[in-house]
C-alpha cells in the first residue's frame, strides 16, 4: 500500500483448529525492508465468525501447532544436545591451546628488541606459529560451517513469456491438498513481474480458481493455504517475465511435497524461457517450514541475487554497493550452484581468514605470540564476525581488506632496533592495493584510506624532521607524492574499474564508462539521501554498548515451543569493555610513544567517527569494522595489566574463557539452532535485545 489517499479496506480469511477456544490478533502494515516505512492508521478492525470463506479467496490455517510437529522443514536437522557439545568442544580446544601458549610462551618483552617473543619485523613465521594460525582456521572454520545453509535449491524454471500462459500439473490421483508451496526465480532480462494464479480441477473437469499471488520475494519458498481436493493443479501467468523454479504440493496431514507429479496439457509460447517439467524437477530441494536452510534472508535478497545476476549476464537487482563483493559471493555460486551453500561460502572463507588475519597483526603489534592468540581468539568468538560472514553480504570483504591495508601500513613504522621488512615504497603500493580491492566491494574502506593517508603524512613529516631521507628535501616529497598518487590514486581506480568489467560487458545500451560514472552518483545520493525507517535501526553511539541487535531471521513451523532466529550483535564480553579499553589503550600509546598502537586508535577512529556525521539509516553491524581495532585495544589492555608472576596471563586466559561462555550460550541466536523459547527468553538481558 503506497501513496494512499484514503481508507482501504482490507480482508483476511482464517479457519482454526477442531478444539481451539482462543485467538490472539494482531494488526500492523510494514516489515523489514527499507522501503516498508511511514505511518498507518486502523478503524473498524473486526473479528467475525463465518460458515464458508467467500469462494476464490486463500484461507489461512490458524489452528496451533501441535506438540511434537517436525522439525523446521521436516529435513532431519535436530535440536539436540550433540550439536551443543561440538560447539563445547570448539571452545575447550581453544582453551587447551591458550594454556599450552601460557606454559610454554616466553615472558613480555621488557628487553631490547632483539629478546622479544617474536623475530623482528619481517622475519619469517615459526612452526608454532603456523600451527597455530591452522588450528584457529581449522576451528573457526568447522564452527562457521556448522548450520550453515542447504547444498539445493531449485535452479532450473519456467518463465513465461505471454500473459495467460498456463502449465496443468496432474497429481495422477484425487488428493485433498492443504498447501501449494511455490519458489520464485530471478527473472531473467527483467524486474520481478511475476503474478499469477492458481486453479484445481473440479468434479465436472473444469478448472477453479484458488487464489492468486505475487511474486515478492525470489529466492524462497512461499505457499498458499488451500482446502481442495482435486487431481491437478493449474498454473496461469496473468503477466508476463515472471519465473518461477519449483511447484510443490502438500496434502493435507502431511508435511512432504506429493509424489508422482506430472506435468499435463500446457499452453506455452515459443518465446518462454525454460520448459515445464522444470516446475517439478527439484522436489528434494522442498522444505515444509521455509528458513534460511534452503532460501534467501535478510539482504541476501539484494547481494546474493545480484551474484547470480552478475554471474549469468544479467542485469544486476542491487547497485547501490561497488560490485567486486557480490562477484566474490558470485564465486561461491559458481562452484557451488545457487543453493544457500554456495551463495554463503565466499563470505565463510572470508570470516574465517580473518581470524589468522587477527593473529598475524597482533604479532606484528604485540612481538608475542601469547597475545596475538588472544587477539585472533577474541575475533573468533565474538559475535558479529560469525554472523556477518555466514550470510551472503558484502561487509566481510571490506572488513577483510581494512585489516590487510593497516597490516602493511604497520610496517611504515617499524620499532626501535628492527629493520621494516620491505622499501617504504613497497609498503605503499601493497597498502593501496589492498585499498583498491577493498574499496571495489565496499564503501567504507574509503574511511580507511583516510586513515593510511594520515599516517602516511605523519611518517613522510617524521622523516623531514629527523632528516631521515636520502638527497633534497623537496625532490624527496615529490618523489613521495608521485608514489602516494600512484599507490593510491592510480592502483585503486584500476582495481575498482575491473571490477565494473562484468557491467560492462552487459549487452544492451547503458553499460558504457559513462555509465560506470553514473553509478557512482547514484551510489552516492542513494547512501546521502537514504530517509527511512526499521526497527532494528540503532545511533552510532549504541554500538558499542551492545544495545540494539539487528534480527535478521526467525523461522517458522518449529516444533512447539521451539524457536529458529538469527541476529546479529557483538559479544557482551567484548562489546561492553571497549570503551574502557579504547580510553585504555590511548593512555599506553600516548605514555609509551609507541607508534604502531597509535596506528590501531587511527584505524579504529576513522571506521567509526565518520558514523557521527552520518544521518542515513545506520545498523549495529555497521561497527563490524571496528571490531578488530577495538579487540587489538583490548588486548593491549590486557597486556599492560602489571601482575607478579602470571597472573597477568592468567587474567587474560580468564577473560577468553568468558567471552567462550558467551559465545557458547548465544550460539543457538548466531546461527538459528532451533531451541526452546524458554532458553531463549533467558538470553534477553536487555528490554532491547529482540531476538
Known sequence: MTGTGGWQSV?????????????????????????????????????????????????????????????????????????????????????????????????????????CTVAPSGAGLDRVDAGILLALSAVCLAVSLFHLGGHHAPESGWQSAVAGNSVTIELGREAELSRIYYFSGIDSGAPDLGRFTVSARGPGGDFVDLASFAKDQVGAWKYLEVAVRTSAVRLRADVPGGRLNEIALVEKGSTAPLPGLRIGSSNLSAADRGKPENLIDEQDCFEYAPSFWTGFYFDEIYHARSAWEMLNGVEPYETTHPPLGKLLIASGIALFGMNPFGWRIAGVLFGVALVPLVYLFGLKLFRDRFYAFCAAFLMLADFMRFTQTRVAVIDVFGVFFILVLYYFVLDLFPREGELPPRSTNATLFLAGTAFGIGAACKWIVLYAGGGMLLLVILKTLAELVSGAFPGVWLRFVLRRVGVCLVAFGAIPAAIYLLAYLPFLALPGPGHGLADVVRLQEHMLNYHR????????????????????????FTGPGNAAGTVSTIAC???????????????????????????????????????????????????????????????????????????????????????????????????????????????????????SWLF
Open 569 to 687: 550483535f557483538g559479544n557482551p564480553a567484548i562489546f561492553w569493555l571497549s570503551l574502557p579499553a579504547v580510553a585504555g589503550a590511548g593512555i599506553l600509546a600516548f605514555r609509551r610513544r609507541d607508534a604502531r598502537l597509535g596506528i590501531v586508535l587511527v584505524a579504529l577512529l576513522f571506521q567509526y567517527l565518520p558514523w557521527v556525521g552520518i544521518n542515513r539509516l545506520a545498523f549495529i553491524y555497521h561497527f563490524f569494522s571496528s571490531v578488530p581495532f577495538v579487540i587489538m585495544c583490548l588486548v593491549a589492555t590486557l597486556k599492560a595489566v602489571e601482575l607478579p608472576g602470571r597472573g597477568a596471563r592468567l587474567v587474560a586466559c580468564g577473560y577468553l574463557a568468558l567471552a567462550t561462555g558467551f559465545f557458547l550460550c548465544f550460539f543457538p541466536v548466531l546461527s538459528g539452532l532451533p531451541v526452546q523459547e524458554q532458553y531463549l527468553a533467558q538470553l534477553r538481558w536487555l528490554p
Open 11 to 115: 480482508e483476511f480469511y482464517g479457519q482454526t483448529g477442531k478444539n481451539q477456544s482462543t485467538l490472539e490478533v494482531t494488526v500492523g502494515l510494514g516489515g523489514y525492508g527499507s522501503m516498508n516505512s511511514g505511518t498507518a492508521w486502523f478503524k473498524d478492525v473486526e473479528v467475525q465468525k463465518m460458515d464458508l470463506a467467500p469462494p476464490g479467496v486463500a484461507v489461512a490455517a490458524l489452528r496451533p501447532e501441535s506438540v511434537g510437529a517436525a522439525p523446521v522443514g521436516g529435513t532431519g536437522r535436530s535440536a539436540g544436545g550433540l550439536d551443543l557439545v561440538a560447539c563445547a568442544a570448539f571452545g575447550l580446544v581453544l582453551l587447551l591451546l591458550g594454556g599450552y601458549l601460557r606454559s610454554k610462551g616466553p615472558g613480555r618483552c621488557k628487553e631490547a628488541p632483539t629478546a
Open 529 to 552: 539521501t537514504l530517509k527511512a525507517v526499521h526497527p532494528f535501526s540503532s545511533a552510532w553511539w549504541t554500538w558499542p554498548l551492545d544495545l540494539r541487535p539487528v534480527w535478521m
